[in-house]
């Protein structure tokens, strides 16, 4: 089974500030989907950047970007040049290549501050 | 991106009774879709996958009795919540695979507020 940490419950940034958000994951898969999912207070779910484990390459939206270590199984968000909107829970997520089930960690709820 | 609506957001209902929430693809046609519960400040549970045409696919421990999932077309999931209880008052959120779309992404619905009195 696949299994999906975010051990970080909550954290702030100020303004203009950037942040790295962590996540780790476990799974015997080699081929699979990793997303970082964005629920303000709206409730919405907002993906915000996605990841195939094949691609060595780190996914950037923007502001948004990625640090995908495979050996390490972790994916961890970098919010750079943080704004007010950025306040929201965090949710790291996964998808296994064969399956189309979404596994979420438990979130981090993000505070940016003025 | 693709867009997926929940009809009713918001739903009060007193106990015993039936709630039906719909969750629709807008632009795009999704054989599978997904039922996921959230408490408060909590991650999603993913309660039951469906399946147009057939049958739904339940998670341990969800009761297909009391959660009933209907996928009738290609755009149109229904989660019937039976004999409603205080203890079933949640977060019920949706979502939709677009099998067009890349990497299995999955659009997700408003979400849909029960509260059972």
């Known amino acids: 089974a696949q299994t999906v940490t975010q051990s970080q419950p909550e954290m702030s940034v100020q303004e203009a500030e950037t942040v790295t958000l962590s996540c780790t994951y476990d799974t015997s898969e080699s081929n699979y989907y990793l997303f970082w999912y964005k629920q303000p207070p709206s409730r919405q779910m907002i993906l915000v950047i996605r990841?195939?484990?094949?691609?060595?390459q780190n996914a950037t939206e923007n502001r948004f970007s990625v640090n995908f270590q495979k050996a390490a199984k972790s994916f961890s968000l970098k919010i750079s040049d943080s704004q007010l909107g950025d306040t929201a829970m965090y949710f790291c997520?996964?998808?296994?290549?064969?399956?189309?089930?979404?596994?979420f960690g438990t979130g981090t709820r993000l505070q940016v501050t003025l | 991106g693709a867009v997926v609506s929940q009809h009713p957001s918001r739903v009060i209902c007193k106990s015993g009774t039936s709630v039906k929430i719909e969750c629709r693809s807008l632009d795009f046609q999704a054989t599978t879709m997904f039922w996921y519960r959230q408490f408060p400040k909590k991650s999603l549970m993913l309660m039951a996958t469906?399946?147009?045409?057939?049958?739904?696919?339940?998670e341990q421990g969800v009761e297909k009795d009391k959660f009933l999932i209907n996928h009738a077309s290609l755009t149109l999931s229904t989660l019937t919540v039976t004999s409603a209880h205080p203890e079933d008052s949640s977060f019920y959120i949706c979502?939709?695979?677009?099998?067009?779309?890349?990497?299995?992404?999955?659009?997700f619905g408003p979400g849909t507020r029960l509260t059972v009195l």
């Open positions: 990841q195939e484990a094949y691609k060595q």
């Open positions: 997520a996964f998808i296994p290549g064969t399956a189309s089930k979404l596994t």
């Open positions: 469906s399946n147009e045409g057939s049958k739904a696919t339940y």
């Open positions: 979502s939709a695979r677009d099998e067009a779309g890349e990497g299995d992404e999955q659009f």
